[in-house]
């Protein structure tokens, strides 16, 4: 990272108070996935945190907004747009990662899956019977900001497990971070002339969710975007979509939990 792009004291401070809920899926009305995890964590960010870890994915690159693509097997990518519909930033960052999961790793509902053993739901049933525990190393570096407009979207899908080139790590979890919801970007509005800024502010985010749905895709359970607000659920076998973007602008990034093999059949 740029020594410019972030101060040295951002997220120094932990969060003033993280509301962690439980997505309970069964009571929801999903009952297929019952007991899968899946974890919302509020006012993990400030809204002018957010604003700053925007502004510093933008200077991260010189390429602006790319498209986003879509992963179609052996380390390859397409842009598929009747799939995933937005704009990309990728920003490799172990520093940046690091502070935004030291804001979280003492909720109760984050501790659970620093250490997955007897989690068949999470890592599969092969590594259970192998006797397999798995242990959280670090976030993914890999930062993927997201910007969705009027009409964009990410079709349904599940989160596919990365493997590190040397196969010592793979990821199991997803970590979700929403920068915006229905409140402009404040350092945005200051800085447009008075009659873009009332433009700007009658245009609000409307939609955009994560939508996790039932295997027939007849149910779903809606998470919305709100600044500071983190999402955390497994890769394995939930399908979600980043639903459509109706109007305003949505601001995400994700990246992943990572694991490495801590006990085996032969520990």
């Not at 940046?96 to 053993?117: G, K, M, N, T």
């Not at 404040?186 to 749905?213: C, D, H, N, W």
């Not at 890769?235 to 992943?256: C, F, P, Q, Y």
Request: proline content about 4%; charged content about 30%.
């Amino acid at each position: 990272m740029a020594p410019s792009l972030l101060s040295h004291d951002f997220l120094a401070k932990p969060a003033a108070h993280i509301a962690a809920s439980r997505v309970n899926f069964t009571e929801q009305g999903l009952p297929c996935y019952d007991g899968a995890y899946a974890v919302v964590l509020d006012h993990a960010l400030t809204h002018d945190e957010c604003e700053t870890l925007v502004k510093a994915a933008e200077a991260s690159t010189t390429e602006g907004w790319e498209r986003a693509m879509v992963n179609v097997g052996g380390g390859q990518q397409a842009m598929i747009e009747d799939i995933r519909c937005c704009g990309r930033i990728i920003w490799d960052d172990h520093d940046v990662v690091s502070r935004i999961f030291r804001r979280i790793e003492s909720v109760p509902e984050v501790r659970e899956v620093l250490r997955l053993d007897n989690a068949p739901g999470i890592v599969g049933k092969g590594p259970l019977k192998r006797g397999e525990v798995w242990r959280f190393t670090r976030c993914n570096e890999r930062m993927r900001f997201l910007r969705y407009t009027g009409g964009e979207y990410f079709r349904p899908h599940c989160d596919g497990t990365y493997e590190t080139p040397d196969r010592s790590e793979r990821s199991y979890v997803t970590l979700h971070l929403y920068l915006n919801d229905h409140r402009p970007r404040r350092k945005e509005i200051q800085a447009m002339l008075p009659e873009e800024r009332e433009q700007a502010e009658a245009v609000p985010l409307v939609g955009g969710s994560t939508t996790f749905y039932s295997r027939d895709m007849s149910k779903e359970v809606k998470v919305l975007p709100k600044a500071g607000r983190i999402l955390l659920f497994q890769h394995r076998s939930l399908i979600h979509e980043g639903a459509e973007v109706v109007s305003g602008v949505k601001h995400t990034m994700r990246t992943d939990l990572m694991y490495a093999l801590d006990k085996g059949e032969n520990a």
